[in-house]
């Protein structure tokens, strides 16, 4: 992370989650309409030991990519379930350092506070860039949910220990929902209102298969074996 050496240890991490986590905002409420929004994925080579971390910048009304950024190198974590985010979090960072365009809108491939420590991607990019962040997931991380309705904007809660932490959200009729949770400065409302209007023509948000396109072209350029996403 930036101004402080990273973690060397799964205590170290930890300690780094549960001092980051009450600076949070998971209320919001979060800007209504951005004029931007980025989206957030890594790429992982075969091997685990190359990742490509890329960042796309979409102008929010026409979905087009205004700007874009990858940064190249290993992961800086190892492979630990609920700290996830320290394998990436300073590839990210560095592609975040490289755009022209400041977003108004982190959306990451992961969760936010859909996660067991309650702080996943979503909220550390979001308390260490200061900027709203959500995390939208393609599969569930914690928490239990029923089945949303059948058509496009139908949701439902996602309960984890009794506490919601996010929303199981269908973007597209008749197609597999996908996982929204507050990762900063953002309402749980407003979060779902973002993604559905990310989402006109796929079950994934633009900023997602955009940033997800770039992730792998830059992998492929660094690591001609290929690789493979990150989630």
């Known amino acids: 992370m930036k101004g402080q050496g990273a973690p ?3 205590a170290e991490a930890v300690a780094v989650q549960d001092r980051l986590r ?10 209504r309409r951005p004029a931007t929004v980025a989206g957030l994925d890594v790429a992982y080579a075969e091997s685990g030991d190359l990742l490509a971390a ?3 910048v979409l102008d929010a009304a026409t979905l087009t990519v205004v700007d874009r950024a990858v940064s190249v190198g290993r992961p800086a974590f190892d492979y630990v379930p609920g700290l996830f985010a ?7 960072l560095a592609a975040l350092d ?7 809108l982190l959306v990451c491939d992961g969760h936010g506070l859909a996660h067991p420590r309650r702080f996943g ?6 308390v260490v860039t200061g900027l709203p962040a959500i995390g939208v997931g393609k599969t569930p991380l914690v928490g239990e949910w029923a089945e949303p309705g059948p058509r496009r904007g139908d949701s439902s809660p996602l309960v984890d220990e009794g506490d919601t932490v996010g929303r199981v959200l269908r973007t597209r009729d008749g197609v597999k929902p996908v996982f929204v949770s507050v990762g900063h400065r953002m309402s749980l409302d407003n979060a779902v209102a973002q993604v559905l209007a990310l989402t ?5 948000p633009e900023t997602t298969r955009t940033a997800d396109r770039l992730c792998r072209d830059a992998l492929a350029a660094a690591a001609p074996t290929g690789g493979s996403p990150a989630r």
């Open 8 to 10: 060397r240890t799964v």
């Open 22 to 31: 009450p600076l949070a905002d998971l209320v919001g409420p979060g800007p």
């Open 54 to 56: 890329a960042v796309t």
């Open 86 to 92: 320290f394998r990436e979090l300073p590839a990210l």
């Open 98 to 104: 490289r755009l022209t365009t400041r977003p108004e």
């Open 121 to 126: 991607l979503a909220c550390h990019l979001g």
């Open 200 to 204: 006109p023509r796929y079950r994934l």
